[in-house]
């Protein structure tokens, strides 16, 4: 596999994965599993819709809750500047690609559009901002969710979305290749300095595959999955606690959330800040996503389809 040439300068500045709006059947259910079980903030909410933010989360929202049929209504991103959100439109309709402007609720000027595998992606570069909690003890409940992370696409479409994203600036971390033809099936890719922001895996899509928040520590994935149980909702554990054998190399649990809806947590990732930090390659027979477990089948083939 041949790399593409990582874009150190490019034409707008992505900062960072910034939220998702997720609909959902029953929403005071989801409300119940994302506030009370995985401790989420609840920054405001309406009759049709709640808006969720991190512990350490100073904007509005990084999780939306919309009524309605299951399904992701588009993965977010932060730009730096609002010059950097008009060349990063004129980027999208360059490329052919569908943009236009929206008036989002709690967030400054917002374009929507899709990118070559056709997720639904939202660009801005300002929201209403509400106090940081991680430092108020008394806030915290549950898995003590911090911060959204990163997502992870299914596409068969790996090797465009690698060539269209480090051409955005995106700088690709880790990647896996199939030993049989050393074609790409996942790839990592990032803009804040850590591991990814948003992750491409080979499959039927585009789906979301999942969405990720940090939590304080790794004695909470063991907490969330006692207290799923507690509340007779084990079937929700869907894979975990355990680690990462493979990139991130982090500790993880994933769950599902009322709708099938899938969440992971873990507690922290390394960084990859610095020039020198090269993509590392692994194989697949070597990416051993579970460590000492293995996941199952539906991880691999059960994800959440676009609006």
Excluded at 291 to 296: A, I, K, V
């Amino acid at each position: 596999m041949k790399l593409p040439e990582m874009v150190y300068k490019p034409p707008f500045a992505v900062t960072r994965a910034s939220h998702v709006a997720i609909r959902v059947r029953d929403l005071q259910a989801s409300r119940a599993f994302y506030v009370d079980l995985l401790g989420f903030v609840i920054s405001d909410e309406s009759r049709d819709t709640i808006w969720l933010r991190g512990l350490e989360e100073g904007c509005h929202h990084s999780l939306v809750l919309r009524q309605g049929d299951p399904a992701c209504e588009h993965f977010g991103m932060r730009v730096l500047t609002q010059e950097d959100l008009e060349l990063a439109k004129t980027h999208f309709s360059s490329a052919g690609l569908p943009t236009k402007w929206v008036e989002v609720e709690h967030q400054g000027k917002t374009f929507q559009t899709v990118d070559p595998a056709g997720t639904k992606l939202e660009f801005c570069a300002t929201m209403e901002t509400r106090p940081r909690l991680f430092h108020h003890v008394e806030a915290y409940r549950g898995a003590g969710v911090q911060r959204l992370d990163h997502a992870q696409i299914l596409t068969p479409k790996i090797v465009e979305s690698l060539d269209f994203y480090v051409g955005m600036g995106f700088r690709l971390s880790e990647y896996v290749v199939d030993p049989n033809n050393e074609e790409p099936v996942f790839i990592f890719l990032q803009r804040k300095g850590n591991p990814h922001d948003i992750v491409f895996a080979k499959g039927d899509g585009p789906r979301i595959h999942h969405f990720a928040y940090t939590v304080p520590e790794t004695v909470q994935l063991m907490t969330t999955a006692d207290l799923l149980v507690r509340a007779g909702m084990p079937g929700h554990v869907e894979f975990g606690p355990a680690r990462h054998f493979s990139p991130g190399l982090a500790r993880f649990l994933y769950l599902r959330d009322p709708d099938g809806h899938r969440i992971e947590l873990f507690p922290t990732h390394y960084q990859t800040i610095d020039i020198e930090d090269e993509p590392i390659r692994w194989q697949a027979p070597d990416f051993l996503i579970g460590g000492w477990q293995t996941p199952p089948e539906r991880w691999f083939n059960e994800a959440t389809s676009f609006a």
